[in-house]
C-alpha cells in the first residue's frame, strides 16, 4: 500500500542526546515536511524540502536538522539545543513542491523528554 | 503573513444533526487552497475536504461540505447527518499558490474538538 510511515511511534529522550526521526513514502511525492504539534494548538512547520538535496527553514527550525539524500526519505534530527523538544511530530508528503497538491501525513511521533 | 483563526475551541453535536464549524483567515493573496483536516484520538491528519480559491462553486464530500466566502475571508465547514466517528480535531489550513518566491507551507488553525454524542 501507498503511504507515508514514520517511527517510531514513541520515543524518549534524555537531557542533551540527539534523536532522529524517520519519516518514509512510497508516493513518488517530491516534497515533505516536518510539523510540530503541542497540545491544543494547531500545526507549526520546521523544515521542508521540494527536492532531494535541497531543504528550506521553516518557522520553528532552532534546534532541529533535516537530511534529504533520497525522495522518498526525509529524517528529523531534535538536537541538545531545542529547549524544549517534547511534542508530537508530523510528517507529511505532496506530490509536487509548490503546486496545489494537498499534503497527505504520517501517523506521527511521540517525543517526550525524561 | 496568513493567519488562520478557529474561533470554537471545542464544539458538540448529537449524532444525526448536522453541525457548522468556523474559519476564518487573513491573507493579500488572491489565488490560495483552503483545507479542513481531522485528528482523531488516533493522532493521524486525514483531509476531509479542500477549495481551491478561484472556484465560486463550495466543495462537498459526501455528508461534508463549506461554505467558502472570499470577501469576507471565511471558510467554514458543515457536517451533516453527525456520526461517532466524527468525534475528533479538526484544523483548518490554508495554503498559497505555488510561486517561485514562497516555500508553499500550510498555515493551520488551532483547531476545534468536536465532541458527536448518542
Known amino acids: 500500500d501507498g503511504g507515508i510511515t514514520q517511527s517510531p511511534k514513541y520515543l524518549f529522550r534524555k537531557e542533551g542526546q540527539n534523536v532522529t526521526l524517520s519519516c518514509e513514502q512510497n508516493?513518488?511525492?517530491?516534497?515533505m515536511y516536518w510539523y510540530r504539534q503541542d497540545p491544543g494548538q494547531g500545526l507549526r512547520l520546521i523544515y521542508y524540502?521540494?527536492?532531494?538535496?535541497?531543504?528550506q527553514k521553516g518557522d520553528i527550525a532552532e534546534g532541529y536538522s533535516v537530511s534529504r539524500e533520497k525522495k522518498e526519505s526525509f529524517p528529523l534530527t531534535v538536537t541538545s539545543a531545542q529547549k524544549n523538544p517534547t511534542a508530537f511530530y508530523l510528517c507529511?508528503?505532496?506530490?509536487?513542491?509548490?503546486?496545489?497538491?494537498?499534503?497527505?501525513f504520517g501517523p506521527g511521533t511521540r517525543l517526550t523528554v525524561l | 503573513a496568513q493567519t488562520v483563526t478557529q474561533s470554537q475551541p471545542e464544539m458538540s453535536v448529537q449524532e444525526a444533526e448536522t453541525v457548522t464549524l468556523s474559519c476564518t483567515y487573513d491573507t493579500s493573496e488572491n489565488n490560495y487552497y483552503l483545507f479542513w483536516y481531522k485528528q482523531p484520538p488516533s493522532r493521524q491528519m486525514i483531509l476531509v475536504i479542500r477549495q481551491e480559491a478561484y472556484k465560486q462553486q463550495n466543495a462537498t464530500e459526501n455528508r461534508f461540505s463549506v461554505n467558502f466566502q472570499k470577501a469576507a475571508k471565511s471558510f467554514s465547514l458543515k457536517i451533516s447527518d453527525s456520526q461517532l466517528g466524527d468525534t475528533a480535531m479538526y484544523f483548518c489550513a490554508f495554503m498559497k499558490q505555488w510561486g517561485l518566491d514562497n516555500n508553499n507551507d500550510m498555515r493551520f488553525g488551532a483547531g476545534t474538538r468536536l465532541t458527536v454524542k448518542p
Open positions: 524540502s521540494q527536492i532531494v538535496n535541497d531543504f
Open positions: 508516493l513518488n511525492h517530491d516534497a
Open positions: 507529511a508528503s505532496s506530490s509536487q513542491g509548490g503546486s496545489t497538491d494537498t499534503q497527505y
